[in-house]
């Protein structure tokens, strides 16, 4: 005979029972399964909404644009006419690709673009010739504490091997962003690989030739269901410069840009396009400026400028300024919204490139502070320059 079970029993069954239906059902359930993490991906930094950077070469940049630049946008650089301060921007960019090993297509204007590789700036050895960045908030005790833990000189024979291997661990793991030492060119071996592609505009008369590279080249990054195999840099430099013979193209030129920012958007790519706004009529020049995700411009400053040496600290110090006219947003509908729009560039000790914000030279005369510190207050009635 079989055991009937208790009412009790029965009841606190089904109970459980309806509950755990109940809970599969409702819609606030947590997933069961567990969301995998991202793989690794050298060069690359996730954020947030399902977005992806690659960083532009300049730390202080990245922290300005909030991260770097976005995968699937274009960057674009107005030049100015008076200096070529629009190449730093573009060697930085390329040579933290060709770090990272990350495919790289390369467009000039010169007959030898290939020529222009020999000219990537070098990243700055994580030993001691390595510039020392606080974050923007860090307490200056932690450095000095960080300085008081460092080994005497006279002690470090007795830790060779340990020092060593150290270092070894520390130069194999790749940083997001590096400091490049723009008096030492890149190291050969990183410029000689199968993933670097260079062509002249001299070649393709109708924008045509260019446009094909392009697309072959996004081709082979392509970005299936948001997964990120690999990124890629596009580089082109003064794609409007009167050598190019593009007169009278002006229509084509914005087709062009309109159609690369079509095919970097599905792939996962950034490109960087530098172009002469000084030959651009103003109309084009507006268009243009609406078809970039990011855009940013450079601006050399007069050497002898006594008016401006009064309003400025660190003008000494300063070759140009960057303004940040647009920033990219995608998956996102809140705009980005920065606390200054020009900055300074710098040369620290002559090799690295720096960003700081402008600040107001007060009464005394006193140092303006770097970008990220409060304090920096004023204005200035120029639209060109903001405190």
């Given at each position: 005979?079989?055991?009937?079970?208790?009412?009790?029993?029965?009841?606190?069954?089904?109970?459980?029972?309806?509950?755990?239906a109940?809970?599969?059902?409702s819609?606030?359930?947590?997933?069961?399964?567990?969301?995998?993490?991202?793989?690794?991906?050298?060069?690359?930094?996730?954020?947030l909404?399902?977005?992806a950077?690659v960083?532009?070469g300049?730390?202080?940049?990245?922290?300005?644009?909030?991260?770097?630049?976005?995968?699937?946008?274009?960057?674009?650089?107005m030049?100015?006419?008076?200096?070529?301060?629009?190449?730093?921007?573009?060697?930085?960019?390329?040579?933290q690709?060709?770090?990272?090993?990350?495919?790289?297509l390369?467009?000039?204007?010169?007959?030898?673009p290939?020529?222009?590789?020999?000219?990537?700036?070098?990243?700055?050895?994580?030993?001691?010739?390595?510039?020392?960045?606080?974050?923007?908030g860090?307490?200056?005790?932690?450095?000095?504490?960080?300085?008081g833990?460092?080994?005497?000189?006279?002690y470090?024979?007795?830790?060779?091997?340990?020092?060593?291997?150290g270092?070894?661990?520390?130069?194999?793991?790749?940083e997001?962003?590096?400091?490049?030492?723009?008096?030492?060119?890149?190291?050969?071996?990183?410029?000689?690989g199968?993933?670097?592609?260079?062509?002249?505009?001299?070649d393709?008369?109708?924008?045509?030739?260019?446009?094909?590279?392009?697309?072959?080249?996004?081709?082979?990054?392509?970005?299936?269901?948001?997964?990120?195999?690999?990124?890629?840099?596009?580089?082109?430099?003064?794609l409007?410069a009167?050598?190019?013979?593009?007169f009278?193209?002006?229509?084509?030129?914005?087709?062009f840009i309109?159609?690369?920012?079509?095919?970097?958007?599905?792939?996962?790519?950034?490109?960087?396009?530098?172009c002469?706004?000084s030959?651009?009529?103003?109309s084009?020049?507006?268009?243009w400026?609406?078809?970039?995700?990011?855009?940013?411009?450079?601006?050399?400053?007069?050497?002898?400028?006594?008016?401006m040496?009064?309003?400025?600290?660190?003008?000494q110090?300063?070759?140009?300024?960057?303004?940040?006219?647009?920033v990219?947003?995608?998956?996102?509908?809140?705009?980005v919204?920065l606390?200054?729009?020009?900055?300074?560039?710098?040369?620290?000790?002559?090799?690295?490139?720096?960003?700081?914000?402008?600040?107001?030279?007060?009464?005394?005369?006193?140092?303006?502070?770097?970008?990220?510190?409060?304090?920096s207050s004023?204005?200035?009635?120029?639209?060109?320059?903001?405190?």
């Amino acid at each position: 005979m079989a055991a009937v079970p208790r009412e009790g029993a029965g009841a606190g069954g089904v109970g459980a029972g309806v509950r755990s239906a109940t809970a599969r059902a409702s819609s606030f359930s947590r997933a069961t399964a567990a969301a995998s993490p991202k793989p690794a991906i050298p060069g690359v930094k996730h954020g947030l909404n399902g977005a992806a950077f690659v960083s532009s070469g300049i730390p202080d940049l990245d922290r300005i644009l909030g991260g770097g630049f976005q995968l699937g946008t274009v960057v674009m650089v107005m030049e100015d006419a008076e200096a070529p301060h629009h190449l730093l921007l573009l060697r930085n960019f390329m040579a933290q690709g060709l770090v990272h090993r990350h495919p790289l297509l390369f467009a000039s204007p010169s007959k030898e673009p290939r020529a222009f590789l020999g000219t990537l700036p070098s990243p700055v050895s994580g030993s001691k010739d390595e510039r020392p960045r606080m974050a923007p908030g860090l307490d200056p005790d932690a450095q000095d504490h960080d300085k008081g833990l460092r080994i005497a000189w006279q002690y470090k024979k007795y830790f060779g091997e340990q020092q060593s291997s150290g270092l070894h661990n520390r130069d194999c793991r790749q940083e997001f962003s590096n400091d490049f030492d723009l008096r030492k060119p890149l190291e050969r071996q990183l410029l000689n690989g199968q993933h670097i592609d260079c062509i002249s505009l001299l070649d393709s008369p109708n924008l045509e030739i260019l446009q094909d590279h392009c697309s072959a080249f996004l081709s082979k990054l392509p970005r299936n269901d948001g997964t990120i195999g690999c990124a890629g840099r596009l580089a082109i430099q003064s794609l409007c410069a009167p050598q190019c013979g593009y007169f009278e193209m002006d229509w084509d030129m914005a087709s062009f840009i309109r159609s690369l920012r079509a095919m970097v958007r599905s792939s996962n790519a950034v490109a960087m396009v530098t172009c002469p706004t000084s030959v651009l009529p103003p109309s084009f020049c507006k268009r243009w400026q609406h078809l970039a995700d990011t855009l940013l411009s450079v601006r050399a400053i007069p050497d002898e400028d006594k008016d401006m040496a009064k309003l400025l600290t660190g003008y000494q110090d300063m070759i140009g300024l960057l303004h940040v006219h647009k920033v990219a947003q995608l998956n996102s509908q809140v705009p980005v919204i920065l606390d200054a729009t020009t900055f300074s560039l710098k040369l620290q000790k002559r090799r690295t490139l720096v960003l700081e914000r402008l600040n107001q030279a007060p009464v005394d005369g006193s140092t303006g502070s770097p970008y990220g510190v409060p304090g920096s207050s004023g204005s200035s009635k120029c639209s060109s320059i903001d405190f």
